[in-house]
């Protein structure tokens, strides 16, 4: 599967941002699909992730209430809504699938994910 992450760019704190992931190659909506983010000089983290179109959502402390992952299957097309965006936001955000099905629990975890977005980088200013 490929994966295309895009829709970065600079914004002010409080701002909202809408980062897209076009994937090819295989069937979308039976894949696990996640968000990752990487600060500058930091380990990559879980932003958010669900194994299928309508199964539970898994979303990291850090943006619960804030951000919203979403799929258009019929565009193979991964969404995050990103709102009231925070300067600690900043970092790049990579899209990531999986061809398993994981429990909700290890949906955290960027081992279970093969395939990578090449990123794209929102940074928030204060």
């Known amino acids: 599967v490929q994966l295309q992450a895009f829709g970065g760019g600079l914004v002010q704190a409080g701002d909202s941002l809408r980062l897209s992931c076009a994937a090819s190659g295989r069937t979308f909506s039976r894949s696990t699909m996640a968000w990752f983010r990487q600060a500058p000089g930091k380990d990559r983290e879980f932003v958010v992730g669900?194994?299928?179109?309508?199964?539970?959502?898994s979303y990291a402390d850090s943006v619960k209430g804030r951000f919203t992952m979403s799929r258009d299957n019929a565009k193979n097309t991964l969404y995050l809504q990103m709102n009231s965006l925070k300067p600690e936001d900043t970092a790049v955000y990579y899209c990531a699938a999986s061809s398993r099905t994981w429990i909700f629990s290890a949906l955290s975890d960027s081992t279970h994910y093969e395939f990578w977005g090449q990123g794209t980088l929102v940074t928030v200013s204060s």
């Open positions: 669900n194994n299928r179109s309508g199964g539970s959502t």
